[in-house]
C-alpha cells in the first residue's frame, strides 16, 4: 500500500516570499505523483503531476514541484507567492497502472499574509 | 478543460432521510467516477470507485448499503446517503476519469457539503 506524508499542517508565508510545501510518500512499486489545490468549500484543482521523464515539474500559478526517488519526495516550490495563493494544498500518489486510486496526504494549509 | 459539476453544493437534512448527490461530466464521458468523503482539516478519504454500468466497488470500511452509488451513464454518477445521521455529515466530492484517459487526471467536482441535523 502507498502512502503519503506532509508533514507541514500548517505554512505562513509573507507575500513575494518563496515558498515549499514538503511531500514524501512510501510504496513498493512506481508511483504517479500530484498536487492539488483546494480552495474554501471547493474541490481539487489539478497543480501538477509527475507521471514520468523530467523530474522537474512545472505547474499552473507558478508552481513547480521535484521528483527525488532516492529521497522518496516531490515538494511544491514556488519562488513568489501571493495572496491568492492562500490555499489547502494536497500531495497525492498512484499506483502506476492502479485505475487512478489515488491517495492523499492530509494537507498543508498554506497562508499567505501581507 | 474537462469539467465535473457536483449538486447539490450544500445540504441540510433530518436526520433518518436520504439525501442523493450527483455529480456529472459536462464535456466528457467519464468511465470512471470516484468518491471521496472529507472531514473537516483532513484529508480526503476514497470511499468507492464505479465504472459505468457496473457495480461501484467500496473502500473497506465502506458501507455499501447506507452509501449507495449508481453510475448510470458516461455523464452521471450520484451517490445516495441513505438514512442520514449527524456522523454523515461531511464534505463529499466525486471525480471522473475520461475513458481515454492515459495521463492519469481526474477531474474533481466542487464538492457537496452535506449537514444532518
Known amino acids: 500500500a502507498q502512502s503519503v506524508t506532509q508533514l507541514d499542517s500548517q505554512v505562513p508565508v509573507f507575500e513575494e516570499a518563496p515558498v515549499e510545501l514538503r511531500c514524501n510518500y512510501s510504496?513498493?512499486?512506481?508511483?504517479?505523483l500530484f498536487w492539488y489545490v483546494q480552495y474554501p468549500n471547493q474541490g481539487l484543482q489539478l497543480l501538477l503531476k509527475?507521471?514520468?521523464?523530467?523530474?522537474l515539474v512545472k505547474g499552473i500559478n507558478g508552481f513547480e514541484a521535484e521528483f527525488n526517488k532516492s529521497q522518496t519526495s516531490f515538494h511544491l516550490r514556488k519562488p513568489s507567492v501571493h495572496i491568492s495563493d492562500t490555499a489547502e494544498y494536497f500531495c497525492?500518489?498512484?499506483?502506476?497502472?492502479?485505475?487512478?486510486?489515488?491517495?492523499f496526504g492530509t494537507g498543508t494549509q498554506l497562508k499567505v499574509e501581507l | 478543460g474537462a469539467v465535473v459539476s457536483q449538486h447539490p453544493s450544500r445540504v441540510i437534512c433530518k436526520s433518518g432521510t436520504s439525501v442523493k448527490i450527483e455529480c456529472r461530466s459536462l464535456?466528457?464521458?467519464?468511465?470512471?467516477m470516484f468518491w471521496y468523503r472529507q472531514f473537516p482539516k483532513q484529508s480526503l478519504m476514497l470511499m468507492a470507485t464505479s465504472n459505468e454500468g457496473s457495480k461501484a466497488t467500496y473502500e473497506q470500511g465502506v458501507e455499501k448499503d447506507k452509501f449507495l452509488i449508481n453510475h448510470a451513464s458516461l455523464t452521471l454518477s450520484t451517490l445516495t446517503v441513505t438514512s442520514a445521521h449527524p456522523e454523515d455529515s461531511s464534505f463529499y466530492i466525486c471525480?471522473?476519469?475520461?475513458?481515454?484517459?492515459?495521463?492519469?487526471?481526474?477531474?474533481f467536482g466542487a464538492g457537496s457539503r452535506l449537514t444532518v441535523l
Open positions: 471525480s471522473g476519469r475520461r475513458g481515454d484517459s492515459g495521463a492519469n487526471v481526474l477531474t
Open positions: 509527475y507521471l514520468s521523464g523530467s523530474t
Open positions: 510504496s513498493s512499486v512506481s508511483v504517479y
Open positions: 464535456d466528457f464521458q467519464a468511465t470512471t
Open positions: 497525492a500518489v498512484s499506483v502506476a497502472g492502479g485505475g487512478n486510486k489515488l491517495t
